[in-house]
């Protein structure tokens, strides 16, 4: 039973840039959530999917979006990058929106 | 005020010392609480849910005092593998947090021969 993964593991990008990270849950799980990790700090919770829609948003910019497709996978989408979302983002997957969240590996995106 | 507070350490403790980290929160609205450990550059893992009546897992007990909105992680006879990041988490169950995990800044652990 393959558990949440994540592609790409690691991206460099440009300041202005557009990124598209992608995430598959675990089988059997519903609904999605993104976080940010930067350096030496928790996860951030960035927002959170369930049938489609996003369901809640953390307090992060409008240059933060994403969509989650009818098999439950997702993609979080960030533009006009700054050096500061150089950050680990996790996606986790969960049976229902207040189940127990299970972590993917990560993407590490860094901005320069 | 930070939502979900912890001591980050770090701490340094001998292999078989029982070392314990303290985290408290803020949103009296909190219904789930966790301990996840994350090893370096690596995901979170769940290492353990909280329960109310405490809960104890092998050489881990946890406890939750929601008068005094606190949680606590007790690790006895510590091993090398145990050294890692340990992130208070909570959840708000119901509203407009409904599924939004809040993750304390992390307590970093040690573990030395």
């Known amino acids: 039973d393959a558990g949440v993964t994540q592609s790409p593991t690691h991206l460099i990008k440009t300041r202005g840039q557009q990124v598209t990270l992608r995430c598959s849950p675990k089988?059997?799980?519903?609904?999605v959530s993104w976080y940010q990790q930067a350096l030496g700090q928790g996860p951030q919770f960035i927002f959170q999917?369930?049938?489609?829609?996003?369901?809640q948003r953390g307090n992060f910019p409008d240059r933060f979006s994403g969509h989650q497709f009818p098999n439950y996978s997702s993609e979080l989408n960030v533009n006009a990058l700054l050096l500061g979302d150089s950050a680990l983002y996790l996606c986790a997957s969960s049976r229902d929106r207040g189940g127990i969240q299970y972590f993917g590996a990560g993407t590490r995106l860094s901005v320069l | 005020r930070k939502e979900v507070e912890q001591d980050p350490g770090p701490f340094n403790v001998p292999e078989g010392a029982t070392v314990a980290f303290n985290c408290t929160y803020s949103n009296s609205a909190s219904q789930s609480f966790f301990w996840y450990r994350q090893d370096c550059r690596k995901e979170p893992k769940l290492l353990m849910s909280v329960y109310s009546s405490g809960n104890e897992d092998g050489r881990f007990t946890a406890q939750l005092n929601r008068a005094s909105q606190y949680i606590s992680l007790l690790i006895r006879d510590s091993k090398l593998s145990d050294s890692a990041t340990y992130l208070c988490?909570?959840?708000?169950?119901?509203?407009?947090?409904?599924?939004?995990?809040?993750f304390g800044q992390g307590t970093i652990l040690t573990v030395h021969p």
């Open positions: 089988s059997g799980h519903d609904t």
């Open positions: 988490v909570v959840n708000v169950a119901g509203g407009t947090s409904y599924g939004k995990l809040t």
């Open positions: 999917y369930y049938e489609e829609e996003e369901r």
